[in-house]
């Protein structure tokens, strides 16, 4: 049977949508929050800040998380920095127009009034951190700086030097930290979900690992609050760090809930190169460089003079040249889609020759060294510990790699999935960002799901449902756990030649060749093969080493490829039923002369959302009604 | 194309927090120049398990130096040579053909080991719990411009903040003292005016928590800030004590 998704969209106009679904929800009785538990699994930016919040509210939280401390959530990593709306460098900037530019940025495939929530709340974001000991970059008059990222022509984004993720994230951490000192949050670390529980068709609990012990355990709640990052490592090389992965969001996928554009990947254009097969994941340089760094290549092919060698005459900035009015700023997808475009003439640099320049020669000769420095000090530092190589003296050599996703599990206006009482927040839901995210954009998202949305909404769904006691007697707990257990040993028992990174870079150049930057139907087609072929192998000839009952980084990674074997799939397959191109997702055949992406808007506005049964997957459709903004043709010319 | 390194390994192995501890000696023969520290150590175990071996357990995740997670001892240096570098952003190029790099993990009693290289360093975050953080709940901010803040005062406190919380500092010092890393937190939150009504409830319970937890006393050796990955100043010690004595006497 199809799921029905009902987004849930409250009445009126659009700016008044948010005031009026909080005044018309119901609330939970301040006595009565003490008695609801609620499961908070992950604790980056989104998970951090609802686990801290919800128990601010007085209700009993239980959190949970993969590394060794809720700190080192991937959203530790963010460097550049956070958008909202203040308009203190009173630049033009409004509600409005964060709002449009983020719609216009994911390429009209986002939900209007999600978006507009998202916008109204991101200045009282910026006030909450603050107030938390943020240390976010100043002025001499000591008030808040900002800077330009891509997709916006006004300065709106705040930044704590090259680690703005880091500081939101320690700040969500210490809220949380408070809350553990203080016996309202009960911290679970180094444990994975491994499955959703439902009862009477409502999440109730959740099965998790022990990764130091391998025990299976039992949690048992009011509400599941998914908020465990995105999927980008299904390419193997990314951006993401190690352990992020897809398999809570898939296992909840498994019990029901639907999973949405999940072709919408983010190539980011300024990562470092690849530099051989031994590579484990790619070092994203913070698109705020691309303020003053320019990207450039060599007019002529196989080009391998030294950049300094090479005569402003003979360099094509291709960027400045195809985009005069957002030049280097244009957003991500366009960045790379054209980085891609000039190594695949020839013009690429570096010994690989897949890769381009980013050069700031020309900002240090306006700026001086030290202006720059200040600016970028540990994003180059940071590249010549890489590379070897000086920033300040040569330019860097950058190329695209995956970095976000933009699909995920399907949710509401409420943030709830199809399932009743499973909640998705952060980068593992679909909401905001339609088929491509704008820079700064993800920290705003994930602290305005947790610290400002999710407060409201699952208040409104405990007050407004009858929740039976469960306990993690209930049988649909031990059939989970069971479940869990069995493909644990399954994968221990296969013993077989290849390893889990053998299959997982597999995996990748499929998805990177076919999934990536540019596909087509052929190649989505031939994906689907060689997906389901290295699937099957690797039930059959995986080989996992070592024990369940102690700390085993190859189980766990091999019980994450598993997942990501089976979503791979789902992607290429999503790709291909969407014949346009939008954002992110390229095809070919829909491009204009141009070579820019040609959207199909009479048959492709909608949410793709992928049911899963044992039988395969079938796809619903999520219409999306543009009442306030007019789609056209995204121009950054 | 660059050349490849023979590289030998004398690695920390222990099965479980109670077993018995020993070095064990590898050979990767074909390591890259271009390649980090933790790539080196997949390399190795995708050689042992493809040998019917345990790979070496390490924690790792972001591999950019920001997460905290990566942490061993390189030839009796925490997080190796290469000064404000956690392990994960050394590379290889640091080393030449035929070397031999000894691996071992935090040693510290408030850090017991897990397995090989990975310890509990759970006691950070109880120090943290104990007060490294301001109490403002959701949604009750004021502005964020109504409380201006002196950019070298920001700039300060955002020195302090970069704290990954590695442990490294823990590590190397001789009475495996916890002082860097409490210090850091309480001087970045003493440097803000948001921080200031909870001061001196903060530094007590988090230096209470300190000595709790098992970490030693502080005797100036300076070692810490010498490993520290995000080169967190040792004056950050004197804040604390200077905010400690404030506390305690009135
Ligand atoms: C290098 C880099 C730089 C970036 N820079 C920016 C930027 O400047 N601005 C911006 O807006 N965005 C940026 N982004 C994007 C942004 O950082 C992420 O989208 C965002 O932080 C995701 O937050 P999250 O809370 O949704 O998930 P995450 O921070 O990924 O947290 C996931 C949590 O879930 C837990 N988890 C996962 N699976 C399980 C499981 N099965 N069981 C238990 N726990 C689990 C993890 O342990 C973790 O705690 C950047 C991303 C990268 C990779
Ligand atoms: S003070 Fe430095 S060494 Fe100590 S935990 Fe923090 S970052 Fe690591
Ligand atoms: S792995 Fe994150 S700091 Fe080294």
Known sequence: MKPVLDSHIPDGPLKEKWGNYKNGIKLVNPANKRKHTVLVVGTGL???????????????????CIQDSPRRAHSIAAQGGINAAKNYPNDGDTVWRLFYDTVKGGDYRSREANVHRLAEISNEIIDQCVAQGVPFAREYGGLLDNRSFGGAQVSRTFYARGQTGQQLLLGAYQSMSRQIGLGNIEMFARQEMLDLV????????????????????????DAVLLCTGG?????????????????????????????????????????????????????????????????????????????????????????????????????????????????????????????????????????????????????????????????????????PAVHYTMG??????????????????????????????????????????????????????????????????????????????????????????????????????????????????????????EITALREDFWENVLVPGENSTLNKNLEFAGRLADFLELGELMARDAL??????????????????????????????????????????LVKEPLEYESVKLTTRSYK | MTESMNIKLKVWRQAGPKAQGRFETYTVPDANPHMSFLELLDVLNEQLIKSDQDPVEFDHDCREGICGSCGVVVDGVAHGPQRRTACCQLHMRHYKDGDTIVVEPWRAEAFPIIKDLVVDRS?????????????????????????????????????????????????????????????????????????APERKSRVTAMVNQMAEEGFGDCSNHAECEAVCPKGISISTIATMRREYMKAVLG
Request: glycine fraction near 10%.
């Open chain 1, 577 to 618: 039923e969407r014949a346009e191109s939008c954002g992110g997702h390229f095809r070919e055949e829909y491009q204009s002369e141009e070579g820019e992406a040609m959207r199909n808007d009479d048959l492709f506005t909608y949410v793709a959302a992928w049911a899963y049964s044992e039988n395969g997957h079938t």
């Open chain 2, 123 to 195: 006691a950070f975050d109880r120090i943290i719990a104990a007060g490294g953080y301001i109490s403002i709940n959701a949604g009750a901010a004021q502005d964020a411009n109504s409380l201006p803040i002196a950019k070298t005062a920001a700039e300060l406190a955002m020195d302090f903040a970069a704290c990954i919380g590695c442990g490294a500092c823990v590590a190397a010092c001789p009475n495996a003292s916890a002082s860097l890393f409490t210090a850091a937190k309480i001087s970045h939150l003493a440097m803000l005016p948001q921080g």
């Open chain 1, 46 to 64: 989104a998970g951090g800040s609802a686990a801290s919040t919800l128990a601010e509210l007085g209700y009993n939280v239980k959190s949970f």
């Open chain 1, 231 to 399: 999927y980008g490592n299904v390419y193997y090389l990314s951006t993401n760090a190690k352990n992020s992965n897809v398999t809570a969001a898939w296992r909840c996928h498994k019990r029901g809930a639907t999973f949405a554009n999940p072709c919408f990947t983010q190539i980011h254009p300024t990562c470092i190169p690849v530099s051989g097969d031994y590579q484990s994941k790619l070092t994203l340089m913070s698109e705020s460089l691309r303020n003053d760094g320019r990207v450039w290549v060599p007019k002529k092919q196989g080009d391998n003079r030294k950049p300094k060698d090479i005569p402003e005459e003979e360099r094509d900035y291709y960027l400045e040249r195809r985009y005069p009015s957002f030049g280097n700023l244009v957003p991500r997808d366009v960045a790379s889609r054209n980085a891609k475009y000039a190594c695949d003439e020839g013009k690429g640099v570096g010994e690989t020759k897949l890769a381009v320049f980013l050069d700031f020669a020309e900002a240090i000769s306006r700026l001086g060294q030290e202006a720059i420095a200040a600016r970028y000090g540990n994003l180059f530092e940071m590249y010549e510990r890489i590379t070897g190589e000086n920033p300040y003296e040569t330019p860097m050599r950058i190329y």
């Open chain 1, 408 to 529: 995920g599990l399907w949710v509401d206006y409420e943030l709830q999935s199809n399932v009743p009482g499973l909640f998705v927040l952060g980068e593992a839901n679909f909401s905001d960002h339609g088929a491509n995210r704008l820079g700064a954009s993800a920290l705003m998202q994930g602290l305005a799901d947790g610290y400002f949305v999710i407060p409201y909404t699952l208040g409104n769904y405990l007050a407004s449902n009858d929740l039976p006691k469960v306990t993690i007697q209930d049988e649909a707990f031990a059939t989970a756990q069971t479940e869990s257990t069995a493909q644990i040993e399954k994968l221990l028992s296969i013993q077989g030649t290849k390893t889990v990174t053998e299959y997982h870079r597999e995996l990748g150049r499929i998805m990177w060749d076919h999934v990536g930057m540019s596909r087509t139907e052929e190649g989505l087609q031939t994906a689907i093969k």
């Open chain 1, 198 to 221: 439902l009862v009477d068709g409502k999440a109730r609990g959740i099965i998790t690992r022990n990764l130091i012990t391998g025990e299976i355990e039992r949690h048992a709640g």
